[in-house]
């Protein structure tokens, strides 16, 4: 998702309902300023760090089914790694074409820097372990499959429920915005003796800026995602 210009299309609508409401300019340009601010430095960067670590998980999770499958069928970690390739997205890829001259054990010892999850961890120690010792790979990694299975579940869910917050919030936001401007028209008379007014103009303002706050609110609150051995200031 283009943050920017989500970021953009909010900003012009926060400082046009400002405008409507207060038909002050100065404060109007300080809105959209702020705003612009606000989406470029705050929420873009909280976001993008979130997507970063759903999309890392679910690329995660896929490596590990699709490598415990094939080194259950194929029994070589060479062919797993492969089969586990040709399934990766493209910074996976790289990631693996950066490291072809390591061996199997290396290779998967190496991706712990990339899948920064406790999971993956414990599904590079029962790889080792089933190395040594041999082995049915699919009893040995039962636990690891139904863990990593009820994680991807509950990422799932709380990006559906995430959703449906967002577009509750915004639905919310929006009416009261839309009473803001349209109580401007209805009470016009009322408007012109009050419109010149500081504190109506900052009554205004802190609405808008509230608007801010609760968009800050929300974005934190749908960022927050337990995903072990993950720290937000990952890349």
Same mark, same amino acid.
């Given at each position: 998702?283009?943050?920017?210009?989500?970021?953009?299309?909010?900003?012009?609508?926060?400082?046009?309902?400002?405008?409507?409401?207060?038909?002050?300019?100065?404060?109007?340009?300080?809105?959209?300023?702020?705003?612009?601010?606000?989406?470029?430095?705050?929420?873009?960067?909280?976001?993008?760090?979130?997507?970063?670590?759903?999309?890392?998980?679910?690329?995660?999770?896929?490596?590990?089914?699709?490598?415990?499958?094939?080194?259950?069928?194929?029994?070589?970690?060479?062919?797993?790694?492969?089969?586990?390739?040709?399934?990766?997205?493209?910074?996976?890829?790289?990631?693996?074409?950066?490291?072809?001259?390591?061996?199997?054990?290396?290779?998967? #010892?190496?991706? !712990?820097?990339?899948?920064? &999850?406790?999971?993956?961890? @414990?599904?590079?120690? *029962?790889?080792?372990?089933?190395? +040594?010792?041999?082995?049915?790979?699919?009893?040995?990694?039962?636990?690891?499959?139904?863990?990593?299975?009820?994680?991807?579940?509950?990422?799932?869910?709380?990006?559906?429920?995430?959703?449906?917050?967002?577009?509750?919030?915004?639905?919310?936001?929006?009416?009261?915005?839309?009473?803001?401007?349209?109580?401007?028209?209805?009470?016009?008379?009322?408007?012109?003796?009050?419109?010149?007014?500081?504190?109506?103009?900052?009554?205004? #303002?802190?609405? !808008?800026?509230?608007?801010? &706050?609760?968009?800050?609110? @929300?974005?934190?609150? *749908?960022?927050?995602?337990?995903? +072990?051995?993950?720290?937000?200031?990952?890349?």
């Amino acid at each position: 998702m283009n943050f920017v210009l989500v970021g953009f299309v909010i900003s012009f609508v926060l400082a046009g309902v400002n405008f409507i409401a207060s038909q002050n300019v100065l404060t109007t340009i300080s809105i959209f300023l702020v705003s612009i601010a606000f989406f470029v430095l705050l929420v873009r960067r909280q976001m993008t760090k979130t997507q970063l670590k759903i999309h890392r998980y679910h690329q995660c999770y896929q490596f590990i089914n699709t490598f415990i499958v094939s080194l259950n069928i194929k029994g070589s970690m060479k062919a797993a790694i492969e089969s586990s390739y040709e399934t990766s997205d493209e910074g996976t890829k790289e990631v693996l074409d950066s490291i072809k001259e390591m061996n199997e054990e290396e290779k998967l #010892a190496y991706l !712990i820097k990339y899948f920064k &999850f406790d999971l993956f961890r @414990l599904f590079v120690d *029962v790889v080792n372990l089933w190395n +040594e010792q041999g082995g049915d790979i699919l009893k040995m990694s039962q636990y690891l499959i139904n863990q990593a299975r009820l994680k991807e579940q509950y990422l799932i869910t709380c990006e559906t429920i995430h959703r449906q917050k967002t577009i509750e919030f915004a639905i919310l936001w929006s009416i009261t915005l839309l009473i803001l401007a349209i109580l401007r028209f209805t009470l016009s008379q009322f408007f012109y003796h009050i419109q010149n007014s500081l504190f109506y103009q900052i009554a205004v #303002a802190v609405i !808008i800026l509230f608007a801010l &706050f609760s968009i800050y609110v @929300l974005v934190i609150r *749908v960022s927050k995602f337990d995903l +072990e051995g993950w720290k937000d200031d990952e890349k």
